[in-house]
Nanobody
C-alpha cells in the first residue's frame, strides 16, 4: 500500500494551492482518506477527510470554508484544494487511509500513511 502526497510548494498569503494524494495497492473506494498537517514544533492536526463514497466530508474549524477535499476513485487520487491560505497553514501535509466509512477519525485510526508534502505560505 502506498500513499504519496504531492503538489506542495511556496505560495503567498491569500493564494490557492492544490495538493494531491496518489493511492496505490488498495481499492481506494473502500477507504476513507484523511488529510493531516504538522507544523514545526506542533502536534499533527487533522485537517479534512472524505468518506470512501466521496459524499461525506469533514473539515477542521481552522480550514472550514477555505479548504475543499475531493476524490476521483477512478484515478485513485484525493485532492485538497486550499484557498485563502494563511501563514499559519504552513506545514507538512500528509494523507492517510483507513478502511471503511468515517465522518471523522483521529490519526491513530489510520492504517496507512504517505510521506508528506511541504506547504509554505509567505506573508
Amino acid at each position: 500500500v502506498q500513499l504519496q502526497a504531492y503538489g506542495g510548494g511556496l505560495v503567498q498569503a491569500g493564494g490557492p494551492l492544490r495538493v494531491s494524494c496518489a493511492v496505490s495497492g488498495i481499492t481506494s473506494d473502500y477507504y476513507t482518506i484523511g488529510w493531516f498537517r504538522q507544523a514545526p514544533g506542533k502536534e499533527r492536526e487533522g485537517v479534512a477527510c472524505i468518506q470512501n463514497s466521496g459524499s461525506v466530508t469533514y473539515y477542521a474549524d481552522s480550514v472550514q470554508g477555505r479548504f475543499t477535499v475531493s476524490r476521483d476513485n477512478a484515478k485513485n487520487t484525493v485532492y485538497l484544494q486550499m484557498n485563502s491560505l494563511k501563514p499559519e497553514d504552513t506545514a507538512v501535509y500528509y494523507c492517510a487511509a483507513v478502511r471503511g466509512s468515517y465522518y471523522y477519525a483521529g490519526a491513530f485510526v489510520y492504517a496507512y500513511w504517505g510521506q508528506g508534502t511541504l506547504v509554505t505560505v509567505s506573508s
